[in-house]
T-cell receptor, first 113, second 115 residues
Framework: SAVISQKPSRDICQRGTSLTIQCQVD?????MFWYRQQPGQSLTLIATANQGSEATYESGFVIDKFPISRPNLTFSTLTVSNMSPEDSSIYLC??????????FGEGSWLTVV | AQTVTQSQPEMSVQEAETVTLSCTYDTSESNYYLFWYKQPPSRQMILVIRQEAYKQQNATENRFSVNFQKAAKSFSLKISDSQLGDTAMYFC????????????FGPGTRLSVLP
């Protein structure tokens, strides 16, 4: 299995600021992903974090708003830029572990005020 | 585009009883993967069970089993001998591959196990 740690687990942010969420996996993984889960809703894929190249974004998500880094096979960051209250969500990191199973972090709960 | 539907927003079951959560999906793919994930109040998404569409045999994991009906595009989850720790949101998910790409999640079913 893969253990995924996210920081921060929870934060309250001011409108117009940016916040970077870190995701650390305890083993090297090929695929890492970032999801958003808005209050009371399901998960929506933001992007696939590619090691050594630009992230692949899903429809409705753009790099200027959600820049992603993936410097190596165990770490990724997601920045939520110029935040507004609509960005208040849980942001989850996931990774493909052994046996092709997809594992998730515990999520980062952001509240924008 | 693939869609996943869970028609039961909330369900409850008495401890030790059996409950079935429904999931239907829509796809034109012939081979794909289906998953049930559990999200307890801790927010940690936990894989419950996985089914590969080309396998006719229904997957089972201890108290959890699925009823996979490929022609009907139905993938229900049965939880036997329900336990208080099963209380969680349950998400059905579809993927065209086994690598986490193109995951599509259903809206979720909130399951409460009552003592």
């Amino acid at each position: 299995s893969a253990v995924i740690s996210q920081k921060p687990s929870r934060d309250i942010c001011q409108r117009g600021t940016s916040l970077t969420i870190q995701c650390q996996v305890d083993s090297q993984v090929t695929m890492m992903f970032w999801y958003r889960q808005q209050p009371g809703q399901s998960l929506t894929l933001i992007a696939t974090a590619n090691q050594g190249s630009e992230a692949t974004y899903e429809s409705g998500f753009v790099i200027d708003k959600f820049p992603i880094s993936r410097p190596n096979l165990t770490f990724s960051t997601l920045t939520v830029s110029n935040m507004s209250p609509e960005d208040s969500s849980i942001y989850l990191c996931s990774a493909q572990g052994s046996g092709n199973t997809i594992y998730f972090g515990e999520g980062s709960w952001l509240t924008v005020v | 585009a693939q869609t996943v539907t869970q028609s039961q927003p909330e369900m409850s079951v008495q401890e030790a009883e059996t409950v079935t959560l429904s999931c239907t999906y829509d796809t034109s793919e012939s081979n794909y993967y289906l998953f049930w994930y559990k999200q307890p109040p801790s927010r940690q998404m936990i894989l419950v069970i996985r089914q590969e569409a080309y396998k006719q045999q229904n997957a089972t994991e201890n108290r959890f089993s699925v009823n996979f009906q490929k022609a009907a595009k139905s993938f229900s989850l049965k939880i036997s001998d329900s336990q208080l720790g099963d209380t969680a949101m349950y998400f059905c998910a579809f993927s065209r591959d086994n690598y986490g790409q193109n995951f599509v999640f259903g809206p979720g079913t909130r399951l409460s196990v009552l003592p």
